[in-house]
């Protein structure tokens, strides 16, 4: 069975500096879809980024982007220039291929993501 | 805002009673999941529908259950509630079933609490 980990419960980062948040995960299967989603204290389920696993070129959404190694099933996720909105429970996601029958998400444990003024 | 609807946003309710959790995914979506987030448990996927016929199935209690309309809003129903069923309830919605190259799109959660 598929699992994602997030090792890291809770981080914090200063104002306008940089911070990564770790995801490891475990499949046999060679296709498969890795995310970051956000939720914020409103609750709502936001995603941040995606990254097809047969792309080898690492996604990058403005001031988010991943460091994907797939060998390692390792999909980090890096917050640059953080602010204060990016405040947050982050949360590392997959998904793969069932042949059809379903796309569900498999969640990690989330990460607590507080940003210092 | 996701276009993905869901009701109420709060319930609260004692042990034994039954509630149903209504959701309305974004138009055109055919396909909806329901999800649990649970202290414990974390984010769970509960079950799928497709165009009103059940997908897929996580870990879903034999007492909750759940069923897409023809107008493809969804309701999740969970009956003999106990307290350990306390959790945030997300439904999300997609377009395409057959496709990996989609996006799901979540509502922002019933959060039931059962006292």
């Known amino acids: 069975a598929q699992t994602v980990t997030q090792?890291?419960?809770?981080?914090s980062v200063q104002e306008a500096e940089t911070v990564t948040l770790s995801c490891t995960y475990d499949t046999s299967e060679s296709d498969y879809y890795l995310f970051w989603y956000k939720q914020p204290p409103s609750?709502?389920?936001?995603?941040?980024?995606?990254?097809?696993?047969?792309?080898?070129?690492?996604?990058?959404?403005?001031?988010?982007?991943?460091?994907?190694?797939?060998?390692?099933?390792?999909?980090?996720?890096?917050?640059?220039?953080?602010?204060?909105g990016d405040a947050a429970m982050y949360f590392c996601a997959y998904k793969n291929d069932y042949g059809g029958a379903t796309n569900k998400l498999i969640f990690g444990t989330g990460t607590l993501l507080a940003v210092q003024p | 805002d996701s276009g993905v609807t869901?009701?109420?946003?709060?319930?609260?309710?004692?042990?034994?009673?039954?509630?149903?959790?209504?959701?309305?995914?974004?138009?055109?979506?055919?396909?909806?999941?329901?999800?649990?987030?649970?202290?414990?448990?974390?984010?769970?996927?509960?079950?799928?529908?497709y165009n009103g016929e059940e997908r897929a199935k996580g870990n879903i209690l034999e007492r909750f259950s759940a069923q897409q309309f023809p107008d493809l809003h969804s309701e999740l129903n969970l009956s003999s509630l106990e307290l350990g069923d306390s959790a945030l309830?997300?439904?999300a919605s997609s377009a395409l079933l057959d496709s990996l190259?989609?996006?799901?799109?979540?509502?922002?959660?019933?959060?039931?609490?059962?006292?």
């Open chain 2, 89 to 91: 309830y997300f439904c």
């Open chain 1, 43 to 84: 609750r709502q389920m936001i995603l941040v980024i995606r990254q097809e696993a047969y792309k080898q070129q690492n996604a990058t959404e403005n001031r988010f982007s991943v460091n994907f190694q797939k060998a390692a099933k390792s999909f980090s996720l890096k917050i640059s220039d953080s602010q204060l």
């Open chain 2, 6 to 49: 869901q009701t109420p946003k709060h319930l609260i309710t004692a042990t034994g009673q039954r509630v149903t959790l209504r959701c309305s995914p974004r138009s055109g979506d055919l396909s909806v999941y329901w999800y649990q987030q649970s202290l414990d448990q974390g984010l769970q996927f509960l079950i799928q529908y």
């Open chain 1, 7 to 11: 090792s890291q419960p809770e981080m």
């Open chain 2, 101 to 115: 190259n989609t996006e799901a799109f979540f509502g922002q959660g019933t959060r039931l609490t059962v006292v």
